[in-house]
C-alpha cells in the first residue's frame, strides 16, 4: 500500500476513517461503521446457522432437540450468554446510524419531501430482497423486511435530538421488556397464588364461591391452551425433520409455513417494534460521535463495563429459566 493510500485509510484518535470513496447519493464511506457492519453481519450467521442446517421449530421450543451432549451445552451457555441479540442489535444500531448519514446529507440539496420518497424508495427496495429471502431462498428468520419497516417508522423520528431519540428507544425497549415480563411472568405467577388461596380456604372449610369458580376455569383454560402449544410445537418439531428429507416441495411448503405463523403470531410486531427503538439510539449515538469512535478509550471502556454489567446477569437468568425446561414463569 502507498503512503496516499496509507493517508487515505488512516484517522486520528479523535477522527473516525472515512474513505475517500463514497455513496452514489454522496454519503461517505466512515470505515470503522463498515467495519462494525460487517462484524455484526457475521456475528448473525453464527447466531442463525443452527436454526438454518437445523430445527427452526426446535429453537422455538425444545432446543435440545438439535443436541444436548456436554459440548452441546457448553456451546449453547456461551452463545446464550455472550452472544444472543449482541449481533442484531450491533446492525440495528448502525442501521439507525446510516439513517441519518443518508438523509442529512440528502436534505441539504433535496428538500425533506424529496428525502422522504429516496429514502422509503431505498427500504421498500429492501423489503423486497427480505421478501425473496424468505419465498424463494426459503429463510423464514429473514430480517431484512423487518428492518425495512422498522427503518421507515424510524425515519420519522431522525430529526429529533439525541437525548429525546434514546429516551424514546429505550422507553419502548423498557416497554417490550416489560409487558414481555408481566405476561410471561407475573401474571403467571398471580394465577399460582391465586390457586394456592382458594385451595387454602378450601382446606379451611370455606366453601368454593362463583368467583372462585370463575377464577379457576380461567386459570384451567389457559393451562389448556400452553399444554395445546406445547403439544404442537413437538408436531411441528417432528414435521419439519420429516419435511427436510423429502423433496424440494415439501421442505418449501414447511418453510412457507413457518413464516405464516411468525407473521400471524405477533413475532413481527415484537421485531420491528425492537428494531425501531434501537435504530433511534443508533441515530442519536452517531449524532454523538459515539459509533464513529470519536470519544476516549476510557469513555468506551466505561460504556462496555457498563454494558455488561447490565446484559451478562440479565442473559444468566434467562438462561437458567429456558434450561429448566418446565412449566415455571420466565421473566424472558
Known amino acids: 500500500m502507498d503512503d496516499q493510500a496509507t493517508r487515505d485509510l488512516g484517522a486520528t484518535a479523535a477522527e473516525p476513517a472515512i474513505l475517500q470513496a463514497a455513496e452514489p447519493d454522496g454519503a461517505p464511506r466512515i470505515a470503522v461503521l463498515d467495519i462494525l457492519r460487517g462484524i455484526a453481519i457475521l456475528g448473525i450467521l453464527f447466531m442463525n446457522i443452527n436454526d438454518m442446517g437445523g430445527s427452526l421449530w426446535a429453537s422455538f421450543g425444545d432446543f435440545r432437540h438439535i443436541g444436548w451432549t456436554r459440548a452441546d451445552q457448553v456451546a449453547w451457555w456461551l452463545r446464550e450468554v455472550i452472544a444472543n441479540g449482541t449481533a442484531r442489535c450491533m446492525l440495528e444500531l448502525l442501521f439507525g446510524a446510516g439513517m441519518v448519514i443518508l438523509t442529512d446529507r440528502a436534505a441539504l440539496s433535496a428538500g425533506k419531501r424529496v428525502v422522504m ?27 431484512l423486511h423487518t428492518y425495512a419497516i422498522a427503518a421507515m ?44 388461596a382458594i385451595n387454602e380456604a378450601r ?15 380461567k386459570i384451567a383454560t389457559g393451562d389448556a391452551k400452553r399444554a395445546k402449544s406445547k403439544a404442537d410445537s413437538r408436531a411441528r418439531i417432528v414435521a419439519e425433520d420429516k419435511a427436510r428429507t423429502g423433496n424440494f416441495a415439501t421442505w418449501a411448503a414447511m418453510q412457507w409455513s413457518v413464516t405464516v405463523y411468525l407473521e400471524t403470531h405477533g413475532f413481527e410486531l415484537l421485531f420491528v417494534w425492537e428494531a425501531a427503538s434501537v435504530m433511534l439510539i443508533g441515530a442519536a449515538l452517531y449524532k454523538l460521535g459515539i459509533l464513529q469512535g470519536s470519544r476516549s478509550r476510557g469513555f468506551y471502556l466505561r460504556m462496555t463495563l457498563i454494558a455488561y454489567a447490565v446484559a451478562i446477569p440479565l442473559r444468566i437468568v434467562g438462561a437458567i429459566e429456558q434450561t429448566r425446561f418446565g412449566d415455571a414463569p420466565k421473566t424472558m
Open 117 to 143: 420518497k429516496r429514502y422509503y424508495l431505498r427500504n421498500l427496495l429492501l423489503f423486497g430482497f427480505g421478501v425473496v429471502h424468505v419465498f424463494i431462498l426459503l429463510w423464514p428468520g429473514d430480517i
Open 153 to 196: 417508522i424510524a425515519f420519522l423520528f431522525r430529526r429529533m435530538r439525541p437525548r429525546w431519540l434514546i429516551t424514546i428507544g429505550l422507553i419502548a425497549a423498557v416497554a417490550q421488556f416489560a409487558g414481555g415480563g408481566y405476561f410471561g411472568y407475573y401474571q403467571a405467577l398471580q394465577e399460582r397464588s391465586q390457586v394456592a
Open 203 to 217: 382446606a379451611a372449610g370455606r366453601p368454593v364461591t362463583a368467583d372462585d369458580r370463575k377464577v379457576l376455569a
